[in-house]
Structure formats: structure tokens, C-alpha cells
């Protein structure tokens, strides 16, 4: 079962009906599947080091046999198109320029690209590599701001990356979020992952 229909029924079966007519409006259930997972990435050490010595076990032996680990198939010139990409995966190199925190202590920071253009990221995994100055890569989706106040309050574009892998390009460490484990074998395989439509 995927995880998305996992946490459905999860949340489904924890309330009563009225809470169940709560949760179908307005995008109410996203909202709390978006912040369940973080808390359980951030809270839970038992799935952290279960992920973690997945990755440790598999980076290096993926490098070593694929060509091409971890595509990028993003850039400064892809901006112009960003509203056409909305809900597409992207992975991309960026140099983090500046770096908020938002209530939730997730990261909230702008990355330069190649060729001068910026992007904010709205990192889902609080990895540790969102410092000034340091290059990273990472794997997302392209998502409108929408009503996100905290954002909106330092992008003043209508668009940035929910990110759920982080890669540090120094020590080419990652950090992703629990449940994206197959996007980012994929992607370590590779392939750029694609959003379930």
C-alpha cells in the first residue's frame, strides 16, 4: 500500500465523523499528512536510524555501478517555465544564500542555481546542510506558496520546492524524508523520479 493510502486510513480510522467532514475540506487532510510526516522524521529515532543505515548501505555501492547517480534536470533558465512545472519532481545544485527556520524548526532558505537565478526551498527533512555558503543538491516538487504566511513573508515569488532529499556536496551525506525511500532509490538508480498524478 502506498504510503499516501496508508496515512488515509490511518487518520481516517483515528477520528469521528465529524472530524472525518473536517478533514476532507479545503485540503485539511494534506495539511495534517505534511506535518505528520516531519514529526515523525524529527521524533522518531527508531526511523531515522533504520533510513539512515539504509542509505549508508546503499550510496556508495549505487555510485560505484550507476553512470549517472542522482540527475539533475534543473536550472537557472528553467524559472521562466516554473508555473508549467508545477507538481513535477526537480533535483538540482544550489548554493544556499540565505536560511530561515519556521515554527516547526524546518528550514526555509534561497538557493542560487547555475546562472545567477534564485529559488526557495521548503525543506520537509531538516538535514543540517542548509548553511550559508554550502552547496547542496536536492530532489522535490515544484509547489505554488500558496496561503503559507511564513513564506510568503520572505519569497516573493509565487513558487518554491517542497524538498524531500538534501544531498551535502562536500561530504555527499543525505538526508531524506521518511517514506520517499523508492523515489530516492530511483533517483540513486539514475532516473529523476515522477509525482503520482
Not at 496515512?7 to 487532510?29: A, C, P, W, Y
Not at 536550472?75 to 544564500?97: C, H, M, P, W, Y
Amino acid at each position: 500500500m502506498k504510503l499516501n493510502a496508508y496515512l488515509n486510513n490511518f487518520i481516517f480510522d483515528l477520528v469521528d465523523s465529524e472530524e472525518h467532514k473536517i478533514l476532507v475540506k479545503d485540503g485539511n487532510l494534506n495539511e495534517v499528512k505534511n506535518r505528520i510526516i516531519p514529526y515523525i522524521n524529527n521524533n522518531c529515532k527508531k526511523i531515522r536510524n533504520l533510513i539512515q543505515s539504509e542509505l549508508d548501505n546503499s550510496v556508495e555501492p549505487v555510485a560505484e555501478k550507476v553512470e549517472n547517480p542522482c540527475p539533475t534536470n534543473f536550472d537557472g533558465k528553467d524559472l521562466k517555465k516554473i508555473k508549467k512545472r508545477n507538481g513535477e519532481i526537480v533535483a538540482f545544485n544550489g548554493l544556499v544564500t540565505k536560511v530561515y527556520t519556521d515554527q516547526n524548526e524546518k528550514p526555509y532558505y534561497e538557493v542560487k542555481l547555475e546562472g545567477g537565478n534564485t529559488i526557495w526551498i521548503a525543506s520537509l527533512v531538516k538535514s543540517g546542510y542548509e548553511i550559508k555558503d554550502n552547496i547542496i543538491r536536492v530532489l522535490g516538487y515544484v509547489s505554488e506558496v500558496g496561503k503559507n504566511e511564513f513564506a510568503k513573508k520572505h519569497n516573493k515569488t509565487d513558487y518554491h520546492i517542497l524538498v524531500f532529499c538534501v544531498i551535502d556536496m562536500k561530504t555527499k551525506q543525505m538526508a531524506i524524508l521518511p517514506g520517499s525511500e523508492l523515489q530516492i532509490k530511483e533517483w540513486m538508480n539514475g532516473k529523476i523520479p515522477t509525482a503520482e498524478k
